[in-house]
T-cell receptor, first 114, second 112 residues
Framework: GAVVSQHPSRVICKSGTSVKIECRSL??????MFWYRQFPKQSLMLMAT?????????EQGVEKDKFLINHASLTLSTLTVTSAHPEDSSFYIC??????????FGPGTRLTVL | SQELEQSPQSLIVQEGKNLTINCTSS?????LYWYKQKYGEGLIFLMM?????EEKSHEKITAKLDEKKQQSSLHITASQPSHAGIYLC????????????FGAGTRLFVKA
């Protein structure tokens, strides 16, 4: 099946710094990528939908200026957590949608903000 | 490693009919999530089950986790075209802390 990678797999940063997470579709072109957030023992929460070449669509309650999304190519989307704070610590997962509308998930990035 | 198997892979039903989707785990489930994806959109969380025998409902959709906590079923009563989409089960993985693993999904088509 199609492979989606995320980098880094885990990151620890100081409060106030920015962190960039990359999501890549390795063997297919993804016109749409999704970013999710998951807290321990809770469901995935959709943060935003990212379409190549256009601005991301954010879900209600998700701060656009806090979570910057860039979908520069058909195989790469990035999520930047700006001025991270401890409450931003979470597990961030991306998924990429193929031309057949199948959704493939990345392995996730665990962010810890000290 | 823990795996989730969903059945059927796809389903075509006549509007108004009931249907059931199953999600079977190779290991005990400690948290089971059901999601729905409309074509071209992100996942929508439907419900979460944790306790053996637990059953939850959301509008005309009911999900249950069996007593042994290794299988969950999702039942839709009187299906409507709005129910069409991909239904995905997810479970808390036991490896590396919290991390959701997913079934392959069930594609539901509802004929009007």
């Amino acid at each position: 099946g199609a492979v989606v990678s995320q980098h880094p797999s885990r990151v620890i940063c100081k409060s106030g710094t920015s962190v960039k997470i990359e999501c890549r579709s390795l063997d297919f072109q993804a016109t749409t990528m999704f970013w999710y957030r998951q807290f321990p023992k809770q469901s995935l929460m959709l943060m935003a939908t990212s379409n190549e070449g256009s601005k991301a669509t954010y879900e209600q309650g998700v701060e656009k200026d806090k979570f910057l999304i860039n979908h520069a190519s058909l195989t790469l989307s990035t999520l930047t957590v700006t001025s991270a704070h401890p409450e931003d610590s979470s597990f961030y997962i991306c998924s990429a949608s193929s031309e057949y509308n199948e959704q493939f998930f990345g392995p996730g990035t665990r962010l810890t903000v000290l | 490693s823990q795996e989730l198997e969903q059945s059927p892979q796809s389903l075509i039903v006549q509007e108004g009919k009931n249907l059931t989707i199953n999600c079977t785990s190779s290991k005990t489930l400690y948290g089971l999530y059901w999601y729905k994806q409309k074509y071209g959109e992100g996942l929508i969380f439907l419900m979460m089950l944790q306790k053996g025998g637990e059953e939850k409902s959301h509008e005309k959709i009911t999900a249950k986790l069996d007593e042994k906590k290794q299988q969950s079923s999702l039942h839709i009563t009187a299906s409507q075209p709005s129910h069409a989409g991909i239904y995905l089960c997810g479970a808390d993985g036991l490896f590396g802390g919290f991390k959701t693993i997913f079934g392959a999904g069930t594609r539901l088509f509802v004929k009007a």
